[in-house]
């Protein structure tokens, strides 16, 4: 999957010149977050890590990718709505995963109070690696798939502008043509703007559940505008504001400072480190809420670990989609080997497969934001650890992905520009809202892709080890 710029990659004069100019750029174009020295703080920021050069990636894995997302949307909806599927799927994890255990403890609890809520609105973004297989051919394998706050469609929106800069500079003005405009924000704004239309109150806002700690503000930011230019006013509010100053009143409408909230669009709440007991308050008091939740609690279980396994079972998707055969073969054909570790035979043989052959296989915990995945020697030592007690139900097990890596630059702030061996990870946005029964829209809503050296095993941008990129087709 060489891109056709493995020429200047050693041309090192150039290089450096290309690398000045495409820093400069991304503050241009708004490529952006705040210091990890000052990260509540915009009076200094400084540009998001990316790749000097997109890097290449398979036209058809990438065609592939965009249609199968709107099966993908219609999947999370369908589990969300599923309380039988979840109970049984997740029982084993909530007695021994104490975070999923309470987000489960709220789902069940809003469900027998009744849902007040009837407009849903998903935003999500299924990642992929590209497999090459024995005989070297790349396929598309899907990672997990991010229910609760998926970041970067924002900052992403502005990186191909970047790298079109780029291969200009290198005299590379055809290619720079080909890349793809992607907009995510303005598509995850869509879905929001929907949501907020249907909730049918045009003095209500948007509510941004937002961190405590907040440098990738801009990337919120980018998605923000694009419900202000549709003058949709929107708030940002912690945990700790809707614990201190939300409300519902008797119809169970959501207020906080006074202002009804039509939707709460969640960037926090997502590991167990969002939540105190004042915070797990707050969660609660929005998902008993109608205001339409991004995602409110069921659709966040949706995206668990232990859905993503008990999915890759003959004939679970064909019973949460009857009737969409070509969905359900769409689907499965992006599926790496996934396994249970649940107490019993079939557990125990996979734990003793994983422990003799670890460089085969992830061992992934229920938790979203990157670097939580075990590898290799580590995940041995886990799983030998673990393998005779409850605790190792709180994991699944999924086959290693082995993607062919190729040569590019990591642009990182400080640090020395040297060439590195990179893979990358394809995430594809989509948006849905469902009123009542009704799916009003189903969208996938651009892409974004991450690139990363191949010594780090696991990690995305936010967790420092990925970098933003553009995808070359090829």
Not at 6 to 13: N, T
Not at 166 to 171: C, H, P, R, T
Not at 177 to 197: D, F, T, V
Request: charged share 25%; hydrophobic share 40%; proline share 5%.
């Amino acid at each position: 999957m060489a891109a056709p710029w493995e020429d200047v990659l050693h041309e090192e004069p150039l290089v450096r010149e290309a690398a000045l100019l495409a820093v400069d750029a991304a503050l241009l174009a708004g490529v952006l977050m705040r210091t990890e020295k000052e990260p509540d703080a915009s009076e200094v920021v400084n540009y998001a890590p990316f790749t000097l050069l997109p890097s290449a990636v398979p036209n058809a894995l990438f065609e592939q990718a965009y249609a199968v997302q709107q099966d993908f949307n219609l999947l999370v909806d369908a589990i969300s709505q599923n309380r039988e599927f979840l109970e049984r799927t997740l029982a084993s994890t909530i007695k021994v995963d104490d975070f999923t255990a309470q987000l489960f403890r709220i789902y069940t609890q809003v469900l027998e109070e009744g849902l007040a809520q009837s407009v849903f609105l998903g935003i999500n973004r299924s990642d992929y690696m590209f497999d090459c297989g024995v005989d070297g051919t790349p396929a598309l394998k899907q990672i997990e798939i991010n229910t609760i706050a998926a970041s970067f469609g924002g900052l992403t929106s502005r990186t191909p502008a970047v790298h079109r800069q780029v291969l200009k500079v290198l005299g590379k003005a055809e290619e720079a043509s080909r890349l793809l405009p992607n907009n995510p924000s303005q598509g995850l704004a869509l879905g929001i703007a929907k949501a907020w239309e249907l909730y049918g109150s045009q003095s209500a806002v948007v509510m941004f559940v937002v961190e405590e700690v907040q440098r990738n503000i801009f990337d919120q930011r980018c998605v923000e505008n694009e419900l202000w230019n549709r003058n949709i006013r929107v708030i940002r509010k912690r945990f700790r504001d809707v614990f201190e100053k939300g409300s519902l009143d008797d119809a169970r409408r959501l207020y906080i400072d006074g202002q009804e909230v039509a939707v709460v669009y969640y960037r926090e709440g997502y590991v167990p480190q969002n939540y105190d007991p004042q915070n797990w308050e707050a969660r609660l008091l929005l998902e008993r809420s109608r205001a339409a939740k991004c995602p409110d609690i069921a659709t966040q279980l949706a995206g668990t670990k232990k859905v993503q396994q008990e999915l890759a079972r003959p004939g679970t998707l064909e019973r949460l989609l009857p009737g969409r055969s070509a969905s359900v073969a769409r689907i499965r054909a992006t599926f790496a080997g996934l396994y249970s570790l649940d107490l019993g035979e079939e557990g125990d043989n996979v734990a003793a497969k994983a422990i003799a052959d670890p460089d085969c296989f992830v061992l992934k915990p229920q938790r979203e934001g990157g670097g939580n995945n075990l590898y290799g020697e580590e995940l041995r030592r886990v799983l030998e650890k673990i393998k005779d007690s409850p605790e190792r139900t709180s994991y699944i097990l999924m086959d290693k992905i082995k993607p062919q890596p190729s040569k590019n630059y990591l642009l990182r702030p400080h640090s020395p520009l040297k060439v590195s061996e990179c893979i990358s990870e394809l995430g594809i946005f989509g948006v849905y809202v469902r009123q009542g029964k009704e799916m009003v829209m189903n969208e996938s809503a651009g892409h974004l892709l991450r690139t990363k050296a191949i010594e780090h095993a696991d990690g995305g941008v936010a967790a420092g080890v990925a970098v933003l990129d553009t995808p070359y087709l090829v």
